[in-house]
């Protein structure tokens, strides 16, 4: 049974006799009876007026067709649940009383209280209640090594993610943004804060590259600060949708989407890839795990994260020699002519022999193909029987069999597209103007362009509440029913760094090749 992560208790409405709770989407009776909706991995929960796709529908004039939605992030196992809402609506949605900002996400804390109102008082209120709720681990900060606060910064122990080389954490800070605000005593808008622990003398690659750049679909750093224990703080975005492995583990093994999905989410990772390699910097670790998402829906804006192994290439340095990225990612021509022994003993810092040529950013481009087939397909390409030299011999190859059922529905251009991208021959390889300007992309573009522009750029990242505003209207008739929007399906918990290596579908077990065991932590 899906884990319930959070809750909302229906507190008032306009007219109570209309409120109904659906027997459906794992509301049980007695959520029925306690008038309780709960919060689950992988299904947003919509409020509003439309009676065909909003859990609560609350039918009055001032609420719009979908007025606002609600989810929840689980990063793994041991981190917290991490729910958001984001008001969508033309009158507001307010937060213990203050109205949020449009098409940005805010972080729920436990008794927070959602209302919708009109002049003449509340329509509908609804409490959120953590149902994990536990004590704090007030330790985290100490365990980390790290001080609560950092010029105006306020650290919490909330886990966003953790990685190979970093702790993120929510924080907030009280001087930008929040200048508005009336009180004072409390975090209000989150961001997030990798804390890096470096060897000494390390230089701060990460963050400098990434001070560098502006671009809307690449994670916004606002501060960095280094610590005299070694502790390199990233004070960035809080994205809200979780990564696209997440969006794509719905069940226990990572399901495809539609081409037209998948297309709007190359597009923009193609948009900061020209951004980047303009500017040469390399971002080496394309993986799903580094693609974040503003909310786990479909026409969601992207975030490129994660700029740990970034390189930035001048003109007297064009190529690079060192062994870096996540197998089942990596580009042919990275690491795999490396001295194998350096490289499997030496990991991350393995070199390519002199004689070697190097590699360029079209090692973003394999990634980018290898991300591609996997949203198409739900198969990672090279995976093979998930060991490191299974990957390794199979990316080399680079033999892809596009006549397995998974590609039947797929369009020859994006069959097309992703063959150009993953050529082992760099020189065949794809560059990301070339890319940009593949018929896949090219014929679509206007309409790409367009929701780009009017619904893709307006999504904020998280916001704090704003002014209050007035709205005007009758009774509410709020009526909960069943999510018929279909875009995030009821699904298993899924635990994302330990997807079994195989699993049973249909009494058959399915071949290992055909999942995508999480290996993408063994980074080289
Ligand atoms: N700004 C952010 N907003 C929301 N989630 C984030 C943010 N930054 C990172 N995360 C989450 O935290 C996870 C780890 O972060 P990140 O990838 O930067 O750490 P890392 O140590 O460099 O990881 P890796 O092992 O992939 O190199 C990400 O996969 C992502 O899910």
């Not at 193609?270 to 909310?295: C, E, Q």
């Not at 397995?404 to 529905?409: G, P, S, T």
């Not at 367009?450 to 509410?476: E, H």
Request: proline fraction near 3%; include cysteine; glycine fraction near 4%.
């Amino acid at each position: 049974m899906t884990k319930i992560l959070g809750c909302l208790e229906l507190l008032e409405t306009q007219s109570l006799e209309l409120s109904r709770l659906n027997d459906v989407d794992g509301i049980t009776e007695d959520d029925i009876l306690s008038r309780i909706i709960p919060i689950k991995s992988h299904r947003i929960i919509k409020l509003g007026r439309n009676n065909k796709e909003a859990h609560l529908v609350i039918d009055h004039p001032v609420v719009s067709a979908i007025h606002c939605i609600i989810w929840c992030v689980l990063f793994d196992e041991e981190s917290f649940p991490m729910c958001y809402i984001k008001d969508v609506s033309l009158n507001g949605t307010k937060i213990n009383g203050e109205v949020l900002l449009k098409d940005a996400s805010y972080l729920l804390k436990d008794k927070d209280i959602i209302s919708i109102e009109c002049d003449s008082g509340i329509i509908c209120s609804l409490k959120f209640v953590d149902t994990i709720a536990r004590k704090p681990n007030t330790d985290l900060l100490k365990q980390l090594n790290v001080e609560r606060y950092v010029d105006g910064w306020e650290i919490s122990t909330r886990v966003v993610g953790n990685g190979t080389f970093g702790h993120v954490l929510v924080c907030g800070n009280k001087n930008i943004d929040n200048k508005s605000q009336k009180n004072d005593d409390t975090l209000q808008k989150n961001y997030a804060v990798k804390i890096i622990k470096l060897k000494p003398n390390k230089l701060n690659k990460e963050a400098k590259i990434l001070l560098q750049l502006n671009h809307p679909n690449i994670i916004k750093v606002y501060y960095t600060h280094m610590d005299l224990n070694n502790n390199l703080f990233i004070f960035q975005d809080l994205i809200s949708g979780g990564d696209l492995f997440s969006y794509l583990a719905k069940t226990d093994c990572l399901t495809a989407i539609p081409e037209t999905e998948s297309l709007l989410i190359v597009y923009q990772i193609l948009l900061a890839l020209r951004y980047l390699h303009k500017r040469g910097v390399v971002h080496r670790d394309l993986k799903l795990d580094n693609i974040l998402l503003a909310s786990p829906e479909p026409c969601t804006k992207i975030t490129l994260a994660d700029f740990g192994i970034a390189k930035h290439l001048t003109s007297t340095k064009t190529r690079m020699h060192t062994v870096v990225g996540t197998p089942e990612y990596c580009a042919p021509e990275v690491g795999f002519k490396a001295n194998r022994e350096m490289y499997q003993t030496f990991s991350r810092a393995a070199t390519l022999s002199d004689r070697d040529i190097g590699y360029s950013n079209k090692c973003d481009l394999w990634s980018l193909g290898v991300i591609t087939h996997i949203m198409l397909t739900g198969i990672s390409p090279f995976y093979g029987d998930g060991t490191e030299k299974s990957i390794i011999e199979s990316a080399m190859r680079g033999n892809i069999n596009y006549n397995i059922r998974h590609w039947e529905k797929i369009s020859s251009t994006a069959k097309e597209f992703v063959k150009n991208l993953l050529q082992v021959d760099v020189r065949e390889r794809f560059d990301s103007n070339q890319a940009i300007n593949h018929p896949w992309i090219k014929v679509h573009r206007n309409q790409l362009d367009q929701i780009y522009q009017k619904k893709i750029l307006q999504q904020g990242t998280t916001s704090t509440p704003i002014t209050s505003l007035s709205n005007s209207g009758n009774l509410a008739k709020a009526i909960l029913v069943q999510d018929t929007g279909n875009l995030i399906e009821k699904s298993k918990m899924n635990w994302k760094r330990k997807l079994p290596k195989t699993i049973v579908v249909s009494n058959k077990k399915m071949k290992l090749n055909t999942l995508h065991k999480y290996t993408s932590k063994q980074k080289i």
